[in-house]
């Protein structure tokens, strides 16, 4: 089994490509292949130590799951089995999608919610982001001026996205004990 639990929520199929391309940046010893959450259980998320969880933000805000009109159940509906669950012990990067022009007053306000959801079930949460090289209005996912997680914005940027993803994993590699 590889060591990083890798889960994704999506609508369109973007963040699961990105969750791939982190698998593959990372190694199949490494990470496992990346979950969809409608896919997954609570039993899923526990075996892992450390876990790499992507979002992307839909309409106002919101993360993806059936009142935000997507096809099939996503994070909204997963997180509530997850309520009881502790994470203390467990580190969680993140990684998240959204659109800066578009939806400049709502950047990745996604994934804030799971921060919130995570970090308030003892999870350490690692990863934290820059703000510079966007332009967006304003981000809930913005704490101490650092995204809470990698900010990538593949409708307006796609172009930065490999370089950023690897950027990022560097940067986590102490906090997963891969250096």
């Given at each position: 089994m ?5 889960f ?6 973007k ?11 990372l190694g199949?010893d490494?990470?496992?292949?990346p ?7 609570p ?6 130590e450390?876990l790499?969880?992507?979002t992307?933000t839909l309409g106002d805000?919101l993360?993806p799951?059936?009142?935000?009109d997507c ?6 509906e997963?997180?509530?089995?997850l309520?009881d669950?502790d994470?203390?012990g467990?580190?969680i990067a993140l990684f998240?999608l ?13 994934m804030?919610?799971?921060y919130?959801?995570f970090?308030e ?5 690692v ?31 796609s172009?930065?996205?490999e370089e950023r993803v690897?950027?990022?994993l560097?940067?986590?590699a102490?906090?997963?004990?891969l250096v």
């Open positions: 590889a060591r990083i639990g890798l994704f929520g999506t609508s369109t199929g963040t699961r490509k990105v969750a791939k391309m982190i698998r593959k940046q199949e490494t990470a496992e292949a979950l969809n959450v409608n896919r997954t259980t039993e899923d998320f526990a075996q892992y450390f790499i969880l992507g992307p805000g993360l799951g059936l009142s935000a096809e099939d159940e996503s994070w909204e997963f997180l509530p089995k309520e669950t994470f203390s467990k580190t998240g959204g659109d800066q022009i578009g939806y400049a007053d709502e950047f990745l306000d996604g804030i919610a799971l919130d959801f970090s079930r003892g999870a350490r949460i990863g934290a982001w820059p703000t510079e090289g966007y332009e967006f209005e304003h981000s809930e996912a913005v704490v101490d001026d650092k995204f809470v997680g990698l900010a990538l914005d593949l409708d307006n940027q172009g930065l996205t690897k950027t990022w560097a940067q986590i102490p906090d997963f004990d």
